[in-house]
C-alpha cells in the first residue's frame, strides 16, 4: 500500500504530520510525505526568483520518503494576510505547486493533513480514482480575515463542502468537530483523532528551576506552546500579581504576543514572578514539562475554535504527570475530569485564576493523586501508539475497499 500525505508548511515542525506518517510507515505502508519548505541556502539562495522540487530519503525512517517543495525564504511573511491580493496570490501559487507535486506522486490513497493541502489531494484522487483523506485539526474558515471577507468566504466554504463530498473519510482531533464539520460541510461522518503524543515513561526533572536559578521550594505553574491572543497569557501576567511568593509563572514558547507580553510584564511589575523561556525542542520537551508542578491552558474564547479545541499540550502535561489547570473547554474538561487529573476554572478574572493556582499548588496530597492518575491514563491509553491504530485500520480498510 502506498499512501501520499501532503502539508503546505515544513513538516519538520508538524509534529501531528510526523506522528501520523510514521505510524504508517511502522505498519508497513509505504509513505511519501510532501511538504513546503523555506529556505535560503543552496540552490534557492543561488536563484531566488526559482522554486526547487527536491526529493530526498529519510533512510532512518523504513518506509518514509520525505518529498520538499522549496521556496525563497521572504515568501514566509505571506503567511500572514498582511496584504489581501499579494496573500491570496500566494495561496494560489502554493496550490499550483502543490498539485503539481501530489500529481506526479503515485499513491493508493492521497492523505491531506490540513485545509490547504486539500485542493492538491482533491485533484489527484480525483484524476486517479483514489481514496482521499481531509484531517482538520479545527473548524475551517471562521478565522477573521477570512470571515470578514464575504465574497472569499462564501467561495471557499463553496469549493470545500465539494471537496468534502468527494472525502472518504474525514479526521478531527476533539468531540466537538465530529458534529460542527458534518453541520457546516457534510460528508462523511468525521472520525476522532486525537493528537496523543508518543509514549514515553515518566522522568524526574528539574530544568526549569535549573535555567531560571530558582530554588528547590519554588513551584511552577507553566504553559508550553504557542503565544497568541486566544491563549489568555495576558490574564496570566496579570495574575502573576496575586500568586503566592513561592510560585512562579513559566511561559514557554514563542509567537505573535511575545512583545506585547513582555511589555505587560513589565508594566504590571511582575518581572519575578512570571518567566518568558524559549520552546524546548519536541523530542526534550518531556523533560523540560516534567518539572513543572502545573499545567495552564487558560484559553480566551476569541473564536469559535476555541471551545472545541482538545490542546496538545493537554496530554503532553499529562505524560509527563503534570496536573492541569485549564478554562472549560468542552473537550479537555471530558478528560480531565474523567481521569481526575486537574481542576476547571470558568473566569478568566486574574485575581481568582491567581488564587485557583495557589489552591491547586497547596494541596500536595491532590496533587500526588491527580498526578498518579495521568501517568496511569496515558500508560494505559492515551499515548500515540494506540491512537494511530485508527488510522492505520482506516487506510488498510480503504485501500482493501
Known amino acids: ?34 511538504d513546503m519548505e523555506h529556505s535560503s541556502l543552496g540552490k534557492a539562495s543561488q536563484n531566488p526568483g526559482t ?22 525564504g521572504r515568501f514566509i511573511r505571506y503567511y500572514e494576510p498582511v496584504s489581501m491580493v499579494p496573500w491570496l496570490l500566494f495561496k494560489v501559487l502554493r496550490v499550483f505547486l502543490a498539485v503539481f507535486t ?11 493533513c490540513d485545509l490547504a493541502a486539500l485542493p492538491a489531494c482533491y485533484i489527484a484522487a480525483v484524476l486517479r480514482r483514489k481514496p482521499l483523506i481531509f484531517e482538520t485539526y479545527d473548524t475551517p474558515l471562521v478565522l477573521p480575515h477570512i470571515a470578514r471577507k464575504r465574497l472569499l468566504h462564501t467561495v471557499s466554504a ?18 466537538p468537530l465530529v458534529k460542527e464539520m458534518q453541520r457546516l460541510y457534510g460528508g462523511p461522518t468525521p472520525l476522532l483523532l486525537r493528537s496523543t503524543p508518543l509514549y514515553q515513561p515518566p522522568v524526574i526533572s528539574n530544568r526549569l ?14 504553559y508550553q506552546g504557542k503565544m497568541r491572543g486566544d491563549r489568555g497569557l495576558d490574564v496570566l501576567v496579570r495574575a502573576a500579581r496575586f500568586i503566592d511568593p513561592n510560585i512562579v509563572i513559566v511561559l514557554m514558547g514563542r509567537g505573535e504576543s511575545q512583545p506585547a507580553l513582555a511589555s505587560l510584564i513589565e508594566q504590571e511589575g511582575v ?18 514539562t516534567a518539572s513543572a508542578d502545573l499545567g495552564l491552558i487558560i484559553y480566551r474564547a476569541q473564536s469559535a475554535n476555541v471551545p472545541m479545541m482538545l490542546p496538545n499540550k493537554l496530554f503532553e502535561y499529562m505524560m509527563a504527570g503534570v496536573p492541569v489547570l485549564a478554562s472549560p473547554l468542552v473537550s479537555v474538561v471530558e478528560i480531565v475530569e474523567r481521569y481526575d487529573v486537574g481542576a476547571i476554572i470558568h473566569s478568566l478574572d486574574p485575581a481568582e485564576v491567581g488564587a485557583a493556582i495557589n489552591a491547586m499548588l497547596a494541596d500536595r496530597e491532590a ?20 491512537e494511530s491504530q485508527h488510522l492505520v485500520q482506516l487506510c488498510q480498510k480503504l485501500a482493501g475497499g
Request: aromatic share 6%; glycine share 2%; hydrophobic share 50%.
Open 1 to 34: 500500500m502506498k499512501v501520499c500525505m501532503h502539508i503546505l508548511n515544513p513538516a519538520r515542525v508538524s509534529g501531528r504530520a510526523i506522528r501520523a506518517a510514521t505510524a504508517l510507515a511502522i505498519a508497513d505502508i509505504e509513505v511519501t510525505l510532501i
Open 51 to 72: 522554486f526547487i522540487l527536491i526529493a530526498r530519503e529519510e533512510p532512518e525512517i523504513k518506509n518514509l520518503r520525505f518529498q520538499h517543495i522549496h521556496l525563497p
Open 102 to 112: 501530489v500529481l506526479r506522486t503515485s499513491a493508493d490513497i492521497y492523505y491531506a
Open 158 to 175: 463553496f469549493l470545500l463542502r465539494r471537496m468534502v463530498a468527494r472525502c472518504n473519510a474525514v479526521l478531527v482531533p476533539s468531540p
Open 209 to 222: 528551576r535549573q535555567s531560571l536559578n530558582l530554588g528547590e521550594e519554588v513551584r511552577i505553574a507553566l
Open 271 to 288: 518581572e519575578e514572578r512570571i518567566k518568558i523561556i524559549p520552546p524546548a525542542p519536541y523530542e526534550d520537551l518531556l523533560s523540560w
Open 367 to 386: 496533587l500526588a493523586r491527580m498526578r498518579s492518575h495521568a501517568l496511569a491514563a496515558c500508560e494505559r491509553e492515551l499515548r500515540w501508539d494506540v
